[in-house]
């Protein structure tokens, strides 16, 4: 397979390709492109992820070759995906679990490939940040994480979202008050998200209150316990899209992001903080809840990474968070697919503790 829709390979033609000190080359999204300054398109670069077929690698080349490409694997510049080969082969299973995603056939790369093939820089962004999470702190992760996606601000993926959203006509909306309220009950704070007109989109004043109303948590220590909730249908439907590129200097954006961080406060308040979501919990609607102790949601609610689609990562903590609860993979998958998962598969992979019976 080759073209958009990525390079195939089985075992043992990946490793003998890969003896080819260039071969990451032909591999990278800036060698297939006629854009990047100063470099030159090279005519065998594919465009798209790397594909490993362990179903039709037989279990001599998965040992032979497993230790070179359990190297390897890691350090490509692309996207890989595994299709799931003997589930007994111990070899078979270290190589899947070595590349970004994995899906158990055929039929399931499609809608998988359709979620990044106009964005194939960013989705290379988002799984390099996945695959360091692992031996990341908090701090460190957050602090990559806010540095890439203020470079993948100034990228070309993202302004042709960009421009794209720009030529849409757009309705006004004017804020009604606060972004976000607190509610104090003896040693309890609720912190209400409060935009439901916008399905509490996460806009910078929402950030900036919310920042607020957990430093005030962390600073009084007879607060036992935080509740996190959002008003309305949905608990927050990610970022505003009418503030996406708003901010002139990506430089400035990442100190602010870094400065005002909700999900290092949420992180510093592990072991007294909780959140109930309900509805839509998109991008940071997903990725802050994770960071907290207990996630209880509704059956209507449903999570979705959108951000590689539009040329960006996860900007709310969501490479750090999500690992730690639902696996490297499964969040490569969430934000490469775009896809939605309901409440019952979100409980099943442990991204939310538990789901109330009936609708917000």
């Known amino acids: 397979m080759s073209g958009g829709r990525g390079r195939r390979f089985g075992v043992a033609a990946l490793a003998r390709f890969l003896v080819a000190p ?133 990228g070309s993926e993202f302004r042709a979202w960009l421009d794209l959203r720009r030529r849409r006509k757009k309705k006004p909306y004017r804020e009604d008050g606060p972004a976000c309220r607190m509610e104090r009950d003896r040693d309890r704070l609720e912190i209400v998200l409060t935009r439901p007109r916008k399905h509490n989109a996460f806009s910078r004043a929402m950030r900036d209150g919310l920042a607020e109303a957990l430093q005030v948590a962390l600073a009084d220590p007879s607060i036992e316990q935080v509740w996190l909730h959002g008003e309305g249908d949905s608990f927050c439907s990610g970022g505003d899209l009418d503030e996406f590129g708003s901010f002139p200097d990506p430089a400035l954006a990442h100190v602010i992001r870094m400065t005002r961080s909700p999900a290092l406060l949420i992180s510093r308040l592990a072991g007294r903080i909780c959140t109930e979501v309900q509805g839509a919990c998109i991008g940071a609607g997903a990725e802050l809840p994770a960071f907290t102790d207990r ?40 934000g490469l697919s775009g896809a939605r998962i309901d409440a019952q598969t979100a409980l099943e992979w442990g991204l939310v503790d538990e789901v109330r019976l009936g609708q917000h």
Do not use: K, M
């Open 295 to 334: 996630v209880v949601a509704t059956e209507d609610a449903f999570f979705q990474l959108p951000e590689v689609a539009l040329g960006l990562v996860p900007g709310a903590g969501g490479t750090v968070s999500l690992p730690r609860r639902i696996g490297r993979q499964r969040t490569a998958w969430l």
């Open 22 to 154: 260039d071969a990451g080359e032909e591999l990278s999204p800036a060698f297939a492109s006629n854009s990047a300054a100063g470099i030159v398109p090279r005519a065998d670069a594919t465009v798209g992820p790397l594909i490993l077929d362990l179903a039709s690698s037989d279990a001599g080349e998965c040992e032979r070759w497993r230790n070179t490409l359990l190297v390897e694997l890691p350090l490509l510049p692309c996207v890989t995906i595994a299709i799931e080969g003997d589930p007994e082969d111990d070899s078979a299973r270290a190589l899947a679990l070595a590349c970004d995603v994995v899906v158990a056939e055929e039929t399931a790369l499609e809608p998988l490939l359709s979620g990044f093939a106009d964005t194939p820089i960013a989705a290379l962004a988002f799984v390099q940040l996945l695959r360091s999470a692992a031996t990341t702190g908090v701090h460190a992760g957050l602090v990559a994480e806010s540095f890439v996606y203020s470079t993948l601000q100034a």
